[in-house]
C-alpha cells in the first residue's frame, strides 16, 4: 500500500474536476485529482460538445443563461484552441409556439447574451440546408468545443503549478477522524494496490457519481442521473449550432463538431450512471426531430448513438428531469451533514465548468483560512496551439505542412502514428485512452481501418505480450460496437458488415488469445509484468 500526502484531494477527472485542480494550483495550495478510468471517460466525454451562449434558457433558467454567457466569452480566451466560432441559429419552425420567439429575444436581452434576428434569406446564405419553412431566425454567439482537449490542456497547466492527476485510480473509501474528513483510499487499478492520499479536504466532483462518494463520508448528495442519447451523423450537415426556438425540450439542437454534426438530446432519469441503454424509439426521435430542421435528415448516414448521464441536483422532488436546474449546486458537507472537510460540486453544464472550480475553490480557502484570488479567468492556458481558435481545416493543413501522407494512420480523422505514439508515451492505457486523446475511430469506418494498427502501435510501444494487444483490440472494437447497434442500417450497415469481415473473417477477433486476461466493467485492460525478483529494480 502507498502512502501519499496533500492539502486537497480533487475526485473526479471531468471538466469540473479537472478545473477546480488547476484553480487550485493557481492559488498555491497542494492539490492532487483521482479520476477512476481516463479523463473525461464519464459524463464530459459523453456530451454534445455545444458551448452555450445561454440562449437555451433564458426563458426557463435566467441564471444558467447569465453564467454561460459570461462563461462563453471567458473561455474563449483562455482556451481558445479547443473551441470553434461556429455561431447559434435559434430558429422557430412550423411545430414550435410563435410566441415563444418574443420572449426568447426579451429574455436574451436580460441575461446580456447578444442576440439578432437575421432575415431568413440570410439564413439559408449561411445554412442552405435548413428546412426553408422556418419562420424566424435568431443569431447569438454559440460555438462548438472539444470537451477531451480541453480536459487534457487543463490537467497540464495544473500540473504546470505543481498539481498531480492519477487516472485509473478508483475512490473505495473516505478516511475520517471523528467528523472530519482527513483522507482518501484509492485503488491503482493498473497495478491493483491500495493508496491512501491524506489530506486537509476533500473536493467531491464526481457528477453523475457524486452522490456514493458522498455515501462514504456519512453524507447525502442528491444527485439525478439524466440519461441523454445523441446521434452522429456522417458529416457536417450545417456549420452553425441549430437550436429549436421553443422551451428546452428532447431532439432540439444540432451541433456541428469536428467532422461530424450531433443530433441531441433526450433527458430521463436513470436508476445509476454506469448502466443504461439506447433504445430504438430515441434513435428514431433524433432522426425525426432533425429531419424538421433539415429535409432530408432521416436519409443521412447516421454514424453512431450514445448516450452520457447529468448529474442533477435535487434538493426538492421534481416531476421531471428538465424541471431542474442547469445551474450548479456547492454543497458543505459540514453545515449539511455535520462533517468537516468534505464539499461536494454538481450540476452546471461544460461551459460552466471554470466557474464551477472558482466558487469551490473560493470556499475551500474559506474552510482554509487564507484568502487567495481566482486567477484562472485571466490566464490563458498554453500548449502547442497559437492561440486562435480551432479550425476544421487544421488537421488537413498539419498533415500536409509536415508530409506526413505515409504515415496515416488513421485517414478519417487525418491521425498520424507519431501522434498516436505520443498519446502512448504520455499515460494512454488503453485504445479508448487514444481515441479520447486523438478521436481515433470517431470517423465513418469507426475503427474499422485503424483500430488494428492502433493496437500494433501499443503493444509496440509499451512492449505488452501480444496477449494483452489482442485484448486491447477487442475491447475497442466492443467499445465501438455499443453505439454502432442502433444506428445498424443503410450505408452504416455496409460499413460494419466490412469491419466484421476484417476482424472476424480474417483475424478471427472473437477467438485470439488472451491468457485468461480479463476486461472487467471498467473498460480498460493492463498488462502485468511478473513481479520483480530480490535484487532487481522494478
Request: charged share 25%.
Amino acid at each position: 500500500m502507498r502512502r501519499l500526502r496533500t492539502e486537497v484531494v480533487v475526485i473526479g477527472g471531468g471538466s469540473t474536476g479537472t478545473g477546480i485542480l488547476r484553480d487550485l494550483a493557481m492559488r498555491g495550495f497542494q492539490a492532487l485529482l483521482l479520476e477512476k478510468r481516463d479523463l473525461t471517460h464519464g459524463t464530459t466525454g459523453r456530451y454534445h460538445g455545444l458551448l452555450h451562449s445561454g440562449g437555451r434558457y433564458v426563458v426557463k433558467d435566467p441564471q444558467s443563461a447569465r453564467e454561460c454567457i459570461e462563461e462563453n466569452f471567458i473561455l474563449r480566451r483562455i482556451m481558445p484552441q479547443c473551441l470553434e466560432d461556429t455561431g447559434g441559429f435559434f430558429v422557430q419552425t412550423l411545430w414550435d409556439d410563435p410566441a415563444y420567439a418574443d420572449q426568447f429575444a426579451a429574455g436574451c436581452a436580460r441575461a446580456g447574451i447578444p442576440c439578432q434576428e437575421i432575415s431568413l434569406s440570410q439564413m439559408l446564405h449561411r445554412e442552405p440546408r435548413l428546412n426553408p419553412a422556418i419562420t424566424r431566425c435568431f443569431e447569438v454567439p454559440d460555438g462548438s468545443a472539444d470537451s477531451f482537449w480541453a480536459a487534457h490542456l487543463t490537467v497540464a497547466s495544473a500540473r504546470q503549478y505543481g498539481a498531480q492527476a492519477l487516472v485509473y485510480h478508483e475512490v473505495i473509501g473516505l478516511e475520517k477522524q471523528g467528523d472530519r474528513v482527513v483522507g482518501v483510499r484509492a485503488r491503482d487499478v493498473v497495478k491493483n494496490e491500495e493508496v491512501v492520499i491524506d489530506c486537509d479536504c476533500v473536493v467531491n466532483a464526481s457528477g453523475a457519481w457524486a452522490g456514493g462518494i458522498a455515501r462514504l463520508a456519512g453524507c447525502e448528495a442528491r444527485v439525478v442521473p439524466g440519461k441523454g442519447t445523441m446521434v452522429a451523423m456522417n458529416h457536417r450537415l450545417v456549420n452553425t449550432v441549430i437550436n429549436r426556438c421553443k422551451m428546452p425540450a428532447d431532439g432540439d439542437i444540432l451541433v456541428p463538431i469536428h467532422s461530424v454534426s450531433v443530433m441531441g438530446t433526450t433527458d430521463y432519469r436513470v436508476p445509476d450512471p454506469e448502466y443504461y441503454g439506447i433504445e430504438p424509439w430515441e434513435v428514431e426521435f433524433m432522426l425525426d426531430e432533425g429531419e424538421k430542421l433539415v429535409p432530408g435528415f432521416k436519409q443521412a448516414r447516421a454514424l453512431r448513438a450514445w448516450a452520457g448521464v447529468r448529474p442533477l441536483y435535487q434538493e426538492t422532488t421534481a416531476a421531471d428531469t428538465r424541471d431542474m436546474t442547469r445551474s450548479f449546486t456547492l454543497l458543505d458537507h459540514a453545515t449539511r451533514d455535520g462533517v468537516e472537510g468534505c464539499l461536494t460540486i454538481t450540476g452546471g453544464k461544460w461551459t460552466t465548468f471554470r466557474l464551477m472550480a472558482e466558487k469551490t475553490v473560493d470556499r475551500v480557502c474559506q474552510k482554509m483560512g487564507v484568502e487567495r484570488p481566482c486567477r484562472t479567468a485571466l490566464e490563458p492556458m498554453t500548449d502547442t496551439g497559437d492561440g486562435h481558435l480551432h479550425w476544421l481545416g487544421a488537421p488537413l493543413r498539419r498533415v500536409e505542412d509536415e508530409m506526413r501522407y505515409g504515415d496515416l494512420l488513421c485517414e478519417c480523422e487525418l491521425i498520424t502514428g507519431e501522434r498516436v505514439r505520443a498519446s502512448i508515451e504520455a499515460g494512454a492505457v488503453t485504445l479508448d485512452d487514444i481515441r479520447r486523446d486523438l478521436r481515433l475511430g470517431m470517423g465513418p469506418c469507426q475503427g474499422g481501418f485503424c483500430t488494428y494498427r492502433a493496437a500494433a502501435l501499443l503493444q509496440a510501444t509499451r512492449q505488452t505480450p501480444p496477449q494483452a494487444a489482442n485484448l486491447a483490440l477487442h475491447d475497442f472494437l466492443q467499445e465501438r460496437w455499443k453505439g454502432l447497434t442502433p444506428v445498424l442500417w443503410g450505408d452504416q450497415l455496409k460499413q460494419e458488415r466490412l469491419d466484421e469481415l476484417i476482424y472476424c473473417g480474417l483475424m478471427n477477433i472473437e477467438h485470439m488469445a488472451t491468457d485468461g486476461l480479463k476486461s472487467p466493467m471498467t473498460d480498460f485492460y493492463a498488462w502485468q509484468p511478473e513481479p520483480a525478483q530480490a535484487g532487481e529494480e522494478t
